[in-house]
Every structure is written in C-alpha cells, then in structure tokens.
C-alpha cells in the first residue's frame, strides 16, 4: 500500500520525536535502527527512505530534541531565571533523561559523532548561550556572554555529574553548590 506524502512526513516526524527521547534515554550507539523504527510504529525497511543514515538521524534527532529544549528555556527564563535554575537543577530533571535537557544526555555522544551531529551541537549550544545572555544581570555584551557561557557550562556540568554519580547525597551537593554560585543568587 502507497503511503501518501502527509503519511510519510507523519512518520518522519514520529520517527524524530522518538529518536531524539531515545537517543537521550540511552545515547546514540544505545540503540539501533530496529528499536528506533518500532518505537516509532514502522518497520527498518522504511528508513531509509526518511534519512541517509543513522548519523543523519541522530543529526536531526539532536537539532529536534534543542530546539525544543530550547523553547521550554525561553518560556521558563521568562518566569525568573532563579526559578528556573531552581527546576533546571531539580531532582525531577536529573530522573527524567530522555524528557530533560538534550545538551547534558547528548554532549558526550556528540563529541565522539559525525560532523554533523558536532554542527548540530554547536548551533545547538549557541543557541542556548543567546538565551541565557539575555537574560544576565547588567554589564556589557562580552560580559553578559561570558556570564552566560559560565552559567551553560555549570548547570550543564553540575546536572551531567549529578545523574553520573550514583548517590543522592552527592547528588544533591553537586546541584546545591551550582546553584550557589550562579549569577541568580542562589535562588
């Protein structure tokens, strides 16, 4: 049966949207093609008829799960950047990989993936800087920047280590002391 071209975007969006919570829950090499298409409700035999190859997936699957990170940030910050470090750092965000921020579970993959998916990083990563700069307290532009590229990397840092650790005291310390020290005053 002919699937009609709304049909086929239809599925590549769904085959996107599962790839970029998937991909996140367990990294790119976590998963293959086979489970990727049945999450998705279709068989492997249709892949490639929506993407070149598994890195192209994994390409589109991270500027997906970005940008949308990236949406739920400029809605958040919007509320106050305290609060919203506050629930960036929160218990329920560390334990929710493949719903949460898509810099911290994809970073490492992407550091070892196709140029590609570094470009898509890259953007990605530029994206979110905006956003944060946009929001720092008083200074010029450079130095809004650099508040902006200190508070990326800490919150990234301090939720990446505190999902790695394994202890819930520890955990906590990580994303404590984060929060201490980020230009949002200890929210």
Avoid at 105 to 117: E, M
Wanted: hydrophobic share 40%; charged share 25%; proline share 2%.
């Amino acid at each position: 049966m002919k699937v009609t071209r709304a049909q086929a975007e239809e599925n590549r969006e769904r085959i996107l949207d599962n790839a970029a919570q998937l991909f996140r829950e367990r990294g790119f090499d976590g998963i293959g093609l086979n489970d990727l298409m049945q999450a998705a409700g279709l068989t492997r035999g249709g892949f490639y008829g929506h993407f070149e190859s598994k890195d192209d997936l994994a390409a589109q699957a991270t500027r997906r799960a970005l940008a949308a990170n990236r949406e739920q940030w400029k809605k958040q910050t919007a509320r106050g950047l305290a609060t919203w470090v506050k629930a960036y750092l929160s218990d329920a965000h560390r334990d929710h990989i493949g719903a949460g921020c898509g810099l911290v579970a994809l970073a490492g993959d992407a550091a070892r993936g196709a140029p590609a998916v570094k470009a898509v990083f890259a953007e990605g990563v530029g994206g979110f800087i905006d956003t944060l700069q946009a929001q720092m307290p008083g200074g010029t532009p450079a130095e809004q920047r650099e508040q902006a590229l200190a508070m990326l990397s800490t919150l990234v840092g301090a939720l990446l280590l505190s999902r790695a650790v394994g202890d819930a005291g520890l955990s906590r310390e990580l994303r404590d002391a984060a929060r201490k020290h980020l230009p949002t005053g200890g929210g």
